[in-house]
């Protein structure tokens, strides 16, 4: 499966932002899709994962109750909204597919779109 993510930008603190991220190829019957995010000089970690077949989702605890993750009818695009933006939120984020469950450990998942970068001014 090939991987597009899109819609980065700069915003300021409080702003809302969608990130969307293209699905293409083979993504077989049963596979997840997760975002996650990397700043300058730290660890990546994850956003968020929501799973093809049973709609689940996965938040990390700075995520929750601000991130929202779907997918659309067709299960080709795969949609951040991120609200209440605030600079700690900075970063570049990346989708990541694969087979199987929801998970938000980096090394899960062996397809990866390229970064799209979010900055948040104060």
């Known amino acids: 499966v090939q991987l597009q993510a899109s819609g980065g930008g700069l915003v300021q603190a409080g702003d809302s932002l969608r990130l969307t991220c293209q699905l293409s190829?083979?993504?077989?019957?049963?596979?997840?899709v997760a975002w996650f995010r990397q700043a300058p000089g730290k660890e990546r970690e994850g956003v968020s994962c929501i799973s093809n077949s049973d709609g689940k989702r996965q938040y990390g605890d700075f995520a929750k109750g601000r991130f929202t993750i779907s997918f659309d009818d067709a299960k080709t695009t795969v949609t951040l909204q991120m609200n209440s933006l605030n600079v700690e939120d900075a970063a570049v984020y990346y989708c990541?597919?694969?087979?199987?469950?929801?998970?938000?450990?980096?090394?899960?998942?062996?397809?990866w779109g390229q970064g799209t970068q979010v900055t948040v001014s104060s």
């Open positions: 190829g083979r993504t077989g019957s049963s596979y997840s």
């Open positions: 990541a597919a694969d087979y199987g469950r929801c998970s938000l450990w980096h090394r899960t998942f062996g397809s």
